[in-house]
């Protein structure tokens, strides 16, 4: 057990008997960590103010390796994100970044190229106009894909090999484009569609696309085919509960400004 300092996320906390947290975090020095913030439930505690979902901070801690909880022994914010932490929508993006971190970051493996796409996505959720927010949560997919060690395959078909050209879409099950050839053969193999499919080639090379431009079905494809390819390399389908929050507080806002349309869902 050695005492160590690393910069961190703060991805969820729980409570631990009446006064204390358990703050899952993920460090820019040990990768994903449980850190036990005694007295952080107490009122003032400088300590609980620190360790917040979706802060920064500096903290010093006895690490223990294997997954077992770390006492912290000192905490100080770093950065915070005022628009995130003030506007419920950006809150809910934001908490989509801590819960895809914490369900599919296996453990403590050090990684602070990833550290640093996190806290890039919580600064783009923090500043982008709220029509691009989309776009800063699936650029993130993306690049957490790619650091996981599953990039998506674009330059061929995932099927036969041969080269992907302009009708290939996406599939999330198979992790990649699939040829108009493959497709005419095996309709029963799941893709997106063409607008979805093109987007998320054009997000994965690096481009810039607008969110703002795109049709709400398409947008809503996009998000959900992106979820499910996470979801397929994780072994299981991911369920985000922020996500899910964020379709509801978009269902209220759509029926208070449109208040004679109905969704029939
Ligand atoms: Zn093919």
Same mark, same amino acid.
């Given at each position: 057990?050695?005492?160590?300092?690393?910069?961190?996320?703060?991805?969820?906390?729980?409570?631990?008997?009446?006064?204390?947290?358990?703050?899952?975090?993920?460090?820019?020095?040990?990768?994903?960590?449980?850190?036990?913030?005694?007295?952080?439930?107490?009122?003032?505690?400088?300590?609980?103010?620190?360790?917040?979902?979706?802060?920064?901070?500096?903290?010093?801690?006895?690490?223990?390796?294997? %997954?077992?909880?770390?006492?912290?022994?000192?905490?100080?914010?770093?950065?915070?994100?005022?628009?995130?932490?003030?506007?419920?929508?950006?809150?809910?993006? %934001?908490?989509?970044?801590?819960? /895809?971190?914490?369900?599919?970051?296996?453990?403590?493996?050090?990684?602070?190229?990833?550290?640093?796409?996190?806290?890039?996505?919580?600064?783009?959720?923090?500043?982008?106009?709220?029509?691009?927010?989309?776009?800063?949560?699936?650029?993130?997919?993306?690049?957490?894909?790619?650091?996981?060690?599953?990039?998506?395959?674009?330059?061929?078909?995932? /099927?036969?090999?041969?080269?992907?050209?302009?009708?290939? #879409?996406?599939?999330?099950?198979?992790?990649?484009?699939?040829?108009?050839?493959?497709?005419?053969?095996?309709?029963?193999?799941?893709?997106?569609?063409?607008?979805?499919?093109?987007?998320?080639?054009?997000?994965?090379?690096?481009?810039?696309?607008?969110?703002?431009?795109?049709?709400?079905?398409?947008?809503?494809?996009?998000?959900?085919?992106?979820?499910?390819?996470?979801?397929?390399?994780?072994?299981?389908?991911? #369920?985000?509960?922020?996500?899910?929050? /964020?379709?509801?507080?978009?269902?209220?806002?759509?029926?208070?400004?449109?208040?004679?349309?109905?969704?029939?869902?």
């Amino acid at each position: 057990m050695a005492l160590v300092k690393s910069r961190a996320v703060v991805l969820r906390t729980y409570r631990l008997g009446e006064t204390s947290n358990v703050v899952v975090c993920y460090t820019e020095n040990f990768g994903k960590v449980r850190l036990v913030a005694k007295g952080a439930r107490k009122g003032g505690g400088r300590l609980g103010a620190a360790l917040e979902p979706l802060l920064v901070s500096g903290v010093v801690f006895y690490r223990r390796e294997g %997954g077992d909880l770390s006492l912290v022994s000192q905490a100080e914010v770093e950065r915070e994100f005022p628009e995130l932490r003030r506007d419920v929508v950006r809150m809910a993006y %934001g908490s989509a970044v801590a819960e /895809l971190v914490d369900k599919l970051v296996p453990g403590e493996e050090s990684d602070p190229r990833l550290f640093g796409i996190i806290v890039g996505a919580l600064e783009e959720i923090d500043a982008a106009p709220e029509a691009e927010l989309d776009v800063a949560l699936w650029r993130f997919e993306l690049a957490l894909a790619r650091e996981l060690g599953y990039t998506p395959e674009f330059g061929r078909c995932v /099927l036969c090999g041969n080269e992907a050209g302009r009708d290939a #879409r996406f599939s999330a099950r198979h992790g990649g484009v699939v040829c108009g050839g493959c497709l005419a053969t095996r309709p029963e193999v799941p893709v997106a569609g063409a607008a979805a499919s093109a987007a998320i080639a054009a997000l994965a090379a690096g481009e810039d696309i607008s969110g703002g431009s795109l049709d709400a079905v398409v947008r809503d494809e996009i998000g959900s085919t992106l979820t499910d390819f996470l979801g397929e390399h994780a072994g299981r389908s991911l #369920r985000l509960r922020s996500i899910d929050f /964020l379709a509801q507080v978009r269902r209220m806002e759509h029926s208070q400004t449109e208040p004679d349309q109905h969704d029939e869902d």
